[in-house]
């Protein structure tokens, strides 16, 4: 059975640093994109970025490439999203995703969800 579980969520002063993580079980790493997602009260949900399967690359929405970073461990079977020099804007619930497949960039869709880490940025 497929499952996602996020945590690393709170509360952060503008400026600052978390980390979120992304536990996957019931398949492995190595043969799923992982996608970072993130919905804001009121707003449509947005993409933050990707890792794709087998060899790991990451991929981002221009807007957060430079702040955000998606990595692995494999060993852990966990996705880590890090983010650093938040701002207000980047208040959300975060979800992490998995979908199934092979190939460059990331996928148009996802079949398997977590139920999400609140990111509260404020002073």
């Known amino acids: 059975q497929v499952q996602l579980v996020e945590s690393g969520g709170g509360l952060v002063q503008p400026g600052g640093s978390l980390r979120l993580s992304c536990a996957a079980s019931?398949?492995?790493?190595?043969?799923?994109?992982i996608g970072w997602f993130r919905q804001a009260p009121g707003k449509a949900r947005e993409e933050v970025g990707c890792?794709?399967?087998?060899?790991?690359?990451?991929y981002y929405e221009d807007s957060r490439e430079g702040r955000f970073t998606i990595s692995r461990d494999n060993a852990k079977n966990t996705v880590y999203l890090q983010m650093n020099s938040l701002k207000p804007e980047d208040t959300a619930v975060y979800h992490c995703?998995?979908?199934?497949?092979?190939?460059?960039?990331?996928?148009?869709?996802?079949?398997?969800w977590g139920q999400g880490t609140q990111v509260t940025v404020s002073s």
């Open positions: 019931g398949f492995s790493l190595d043969a799923y994109y």
């Open positions: 995703a998995a979908q199934h497949g092979y190939g460059l960039g990331c996928p148009e869709g996802y079949n398997y």
């Open positions: 890792i794709s399967s087998s060899d790991g690359i990451t």
